[in-house]
């Protein structure tokens, strides 16, 4: 089990487990991978890869969780299932966002200011995303 410390000492160390749905992501795993913070553990669940992206998650040290059913929901759930740590996180695997970006996210939880943390997307070209792609989001966000 990975262990995270925190800079305030009245915060207990917990593990940290981050589900990275993967789908022939190669090209982005190192960049991913070596952004995940230091003593967290990184579950990479291939959904079904080609370009062999499997084999390059192991080679740079994540768990790699093989999921046989298509659909990034499949992903989560399979990353979920595995996880043992006492916080999960879950970040896309292609290099559109940064790992290291949760660390904030993990302190909250770990000082009680949040039990639950869901991040939203702002796309930030006009027409970068469909409407319905915005408003989904949008609703998930505050839900």
Not at 6 to 12: A, G, I, K, L
Not at 87 to 100: E, G, H, Q, T, Y
């Amino acid at each position: 089990m990975n262990v995270v410390t925190t800079p305030s000492v009245n915060e207990p160390a917990a593990s940290v487990d981050v589900v990275l749905p993967c789908l022939d992501e190669a090209r982005a795993l190192p960049w991913v991978l070596e952004r995940i913070p230091p003593g967290w553990r990184a579950l990479v669940v291939d959904n079904g890869s080609t370009d062999g992206s499997a084999r390059i998650a192991q080679t740079l040290g994540a768990t790699v969780v093989r999921e046989e059913r298509r659909g990034f929901g499949a992903a989560c759930h399979a990353g979920l299932t595995a996880a043992t740590a006492d916080i999960v996180c879950f970040c896309d695997c292609d290099a559109s966002l940064d790992p290291s970006d949760l660390v904030p996210f993990v302190h909250e939880v770990l000082a009680g200011e949040a039990d639950l943390v869901l991040g939203r997307r702002r796309p930030q070209a006009r027409g970068a995303w469909p409407p319905h792609a915005r408003a989904g989001n949008l609703a998930l966000a505050r839900l």
